[in-house]
């Protein structure tokens, strides 16, 4: 079946730059989408269609892709942003199938 | 106000069966794909089961395939997971969300499901 891979935690200090990477071999041909989580609460979507963010969702979050891999970048990182990061695409195998990374920490130190 | 509200959770015994509902609200339901997402306590999101707007596309994972069952009543706005066969690894919230643009956009806010003897 297919995965996709994420680092399992990534730590940044407030202000600096926070870069979570998804990596699976299907992700040149399907989008790549980003939820942000925090405990206790659903996840919400932070960017969609590898680098549109909606409508709501801060500047300092944006997406960029390059081949297996998808990069979910948070600028100038504040305390509010540490919580749980997932990236999402679908299966290419045609199914109507969808598929979930494993989900990211962000610590803010 | 947009929303999506999931019952029929609950505590259930190993090999028995639930039937999961959601009840969809300010938005044009059937403009829109529905699934179900679950995540079993300290883990992480697990896509469940997909259908389109009328029902004519459907998917599951590997894992509940043969033993769930999704479905929608666009007239009542509202959408289904039929669990049989239920297995402890199946102990999870569950959530229902819309998909727009390729998105999981709108979430509910989960109900619990816990499979124990």
Redo the contacts between chains.
């Keep these: ?1 297919y995965e996709l891979t994420q680092p399992p935690s990534v730590s940044v200090s407030p202000g600096q730059t926070a870069r979570i990477t998804c990596s699976g071999d299907a992700l040149p041909k399907q ?1 790549a ?1 980003w ?1 942000q ?1 925090k405990p206790g609460q ?4 932070v960017i ?2 590898d680098s ?1 963010r ?1 409508s709501g969702i801060p500047e300092r979050f944006s997406g960029s892709s390059s081949g297996t891999t998808v990069t979910l970048t948070i600028s100038g990182v504040q305390a509010e942003d540490e919580a ?1 990061y ?1 990236c ?1 695409s ?2 290419s195998s045609g ?9 990211t920490k962000l610590t803010v130190l | 106000e947009v929303q999506l509200v999931e019952s029929g959770g609950g505590l259930v015994q190993p090999g028995r069966s639930l039937r999961l509902s959601c009840a969809a609200s300010g938005f044009t339901f059937d403009d829109y794909a529905m699934h179900w997402v679950r995540q079993a306590p300290g883990k992480g999101l697990e896509w469940v089961s997909g259908i389109s707007w009328n029902s004519g596309s459907i998917g599951y994972a590997d894992s509940v395939k043969g033993r769930f069952t999704i479905s929608r009543d666009n007239a009542k706005n509202s959408l289904y997971l039929q669990m049989n066969s239920l297995r402890a690894e199946d102990t999870a919230l569950y959530y229902c969300a819309n998909l727009d643009f390729g998105a999981f956009d709108i979430w509910g806010q989960g109900t619990m499901v816990t499979v124990s003897s």
Excluded: H, I
């Design positions: 079946s989008y989408y939820y989580q659903a996840p919400v979507l969609y269609k549109e909606p749980d997932y999402q679908a299966d199914t109507y199938r969808r598929v979930f990374g494993g989900g």
